[in-house]
């Protein structure tokens, strides 16, 4: 099955509807326009349940089929939000919110999805239920985990969610996917170092916190290349490095160094986070300062289900005419949230030749728009066979 010819005839307005949204971003949990489009376009196609303020700003459908003689439920989900990006295409519907773009393409995956809701609910050619799933703050906020702490897969019951996401330098309409561990989990650290500030002329009175963090720099990266086992994916990466002085005549009191650790399992996360604590306290005691370091836990590694994955990858084939295999992503994504709560696969599709995702001159491609469709529309109709 090929791409759906309803989707060659929807996309015109399909594409209206993303430009729309791409002029008008709106940033983590702050979609109320997004949503409230999303929701008066489910109520326009005719979804049996539309409901709002599921995750503070997220969007859920439900569209039932001819027949529910399967009892399944599949939920589809796509994210709304936007990143705080000037945007720098030119495009005619660029961006009217300065500081503010669609640098991810969440603006495509909407609109796709709306689209596929549309055509689901015109033909209902499946034995079950799907719920559609428009999620807030995928971009740092963890709107994935605060729509199921809501409930989202009980109160509509939930058995198998599947995502996408657009992915550029890969092939226009294209599909990639990989069993297990796809997504790293993505990780915070900041630490402050003190020590004795003092002038710069007499060093040895002071605790030289530059001295002491610059060191702490260096060896933090010691976790990936002497602590882990190579066959292991980490990164661990220091992005930020601040004294409490700018004087060039000072040492500074304070040092405050910041970064992400990106890891591929629970063991190899679990290292990276004691080791952190013990390189930094370790330095610091050594030349007489102290470190206070803090680790947040952000998304956790979003794994694919075995099952799912193959059969994603059977309705990616149908679609395009194959499927490659996807490499390792050291990107977060928290759709792993939701693959956490219930089995379900997420795949990438080829957005052609443009910038990569979170660059200022980003745009997602609409001739993707058919090929995204009729994926999550095949995943309906052949997970879940009319009689």
Same mark, same amino acid.
């Given at each position: 099955?090929? %791409?759906?010819?309803? +989707?060659?005839?929807?996309?015109?307005?399909?594409?209206?509807?993303?430009?729309?949204?791409?002029?008008?971003?709106?940033?983590?949990?702050?979609? &109320?326009?997004?949503?409230?489009?999303?929701?008066?376009?489910?109520?326009?196609?005719?979804?049996?349940?539309? %409901?709002?303020?599921?995750?503070? !700003? @997220?969007?859920?459908?439900?569209?039932?089929?001819?027949?529910?003689?399967?009892?399944?439920?599949?939920?589809?989900?796509?994210?709304?939000?936007?990143?705080?990006?000037? #945007?720098?295409?030119?495009?005619?519907?660029?961006?009217?919110?300065?500081?503010?773009?669609?640098?991810?393409? &969440?603006? @495509?995956? !909407?609109?796709?999805?709306?689209?596929?809701?549309?055509?689901?609910?015109?033909?209902?050619?499946? =034995?079950?239920?799907?719920?559609?799933?428009?999620?807030?703050?995928?971009?740092?906020?963890?709107?994935?985990?605060?729509?199921?702490? =809501?409930?989202?897969?009980?109160?509509?019951?939930?058995? #198998?969610?599947?995502?996408?996401?657009?992915?550029?330098?890969?092939?226009?309409?294209?599909?990639?996917?990989?069993?297990?561990?796809?997504?790293?989990?993505?990780?915070?650290? =900041?630490?402050?170092?003190?020590?004795? @500030?003092?002038?710069?002329?007499?060093? &040895?009175? $002071?605790?030289?916190? !530059?001295?002491?963090?610059?060191?702490?720099?260096?060896?933090?990266?010691?976790?990936?290349?002497?602590?882990?086992?190579?066959?292991?994916?980490?990164?661990?990466?220091?992005?930020?490095? #601040?004294?409490?002085?700018?004087?060039?005549? %000072?040492?500074?009191?304070?040092?405050?160094?910041?970064?992400? %650790?990106?890891?591929?399992?629970?063991?190899?996360?679990?290292?990276?986070?004691?080791?952190?604590?013990?390189?930094?306290?370790?330095?610091?005691?050594? +030349?007489?300062?102290?470190?206070?370091?803090?680790?947040?836990?952000?998304?956790?590694?979003?794994?694919?289900?075995?099952?799912?994955?193959?059969?994603?990858?059977?309705?990616?084939?149908?679609?395009? @005419?194959?499927?490659?295999?996807?490499?390792?992503?050291?990107?977060?994504? =928290?759709?792993?949230?939701?693959?956490?709560?219930?089995?379900?696969?997420?795949?990438?599709?080829?957005?052609?030749? $443009?910038?990569?995702?979170?660059?200022?001159?980003?745009?997602?491609?609409?001739?993707?728009?058919?090929?995204?469709?009729?994926?999550?529309?095949?995943?309906? #109709?052949?997970?879940?066979?009319?009689?």
């Amino acid at each position: 099955m090929p %791409v759906k010819n309803r +989707f060659a005839e929807l996309q015109n307005e399909i594409t209206a509807w993303r430009r729309d949204i791409h002029e008008n971003p709106e940033i983590l949990f702050d979609t &109320h326009r997004t949503s409230a489009l999303v929701a008066e376009k489910l109520q326009e196609f005719g979804c049996d349940e539309v %409901v709002t303020g599921i995750g503070r !700003t @997220g969007v859920v459908g439900v569209i039932k089929g001819k027949a529910d003689s399967s009892g399944k439920v599949i939920g589809l989900r796509a994210d709304m939000d936007a990143l705080p990006i000037h #945007e720098q295409t030119g495009l005619d519907y660029a961006s009217k919110t300065p500081g503010a773009m669609h640098a991810c393409g &969440h603006d @495509g995956h !909407t609109a796709m999805l709306l689209g596929a809701a549309k055509y689901l609910s015109e033909t209902r050619n499946f =034995d079950g239920t799907v719920v559609v799933i428009f999620q807030p703050a995928e971009e740092g906020g963890g709107g994935a985990k605060v729509m199921c702490d =809501d409930g989202l897969m009980d109160r509509w019951g939930v058995q #198998e969610v599947y995502g996408l996401h657009n992915w550029p330098g890969q092939p226009l309409g294209s599909f990639a996917i990989r069993p297990g561990s796809f997504f790293a989990a993505t990780d915070q650290f =900041d630490i402050t170092f003190e020590g004795r @500030g003092g002038h710069a002329a007499k060093p &040895h009175e $002071t605790v030289d916190t !530059t001295v002491l963090a610059a060191q702490a720099v260096l060896a933090l990266q010691t976790i990936a290349s002497r602590n882990a086992d190579p066959v292991h994916q980490i990164v661990v990466s220091v992005t930020s490095f #601040e004294t409490s002085s700018k004087a060039f005549n %000072v040492i500074p009191q304070k040092v405050q160094i910041k970064g992400t %650790v990106r890891t591929m399992s629970k063991e190899i996360r679990d290292l990276a986070e004691k080791r952190i604590k013990e390189v930094c306290n370790g330095i610091a005691a050594t +030349f007489g300062g102290t470190a206070d370091v803090t680790y947040h836990r952000g998304y956790p590694v979003m794994v694919n289900h075995e099952e799912q994955t193959e059969f994603a990858a059977q309705v990616a084939a149908s679609v395009s @005419g194959g499927c490659a295999d996807a490499p390792l992503v050291m990107g977060g994504e =928290d759709f792993a949230f939701m693959l956490e709560e219930r089995p379900g696969a997420y795949i990438l599709m080829g957005n052609g030749d $443009t910038a990569m995702v979170h660059h200022p001159e980003y745009n997602f491609n609409d001739d993707a728009i058919p090929a995204g469709c009729s994926w999550w529309a095949e995943i309906v #109709e052949q997970r879940m066979p009319a009689a």
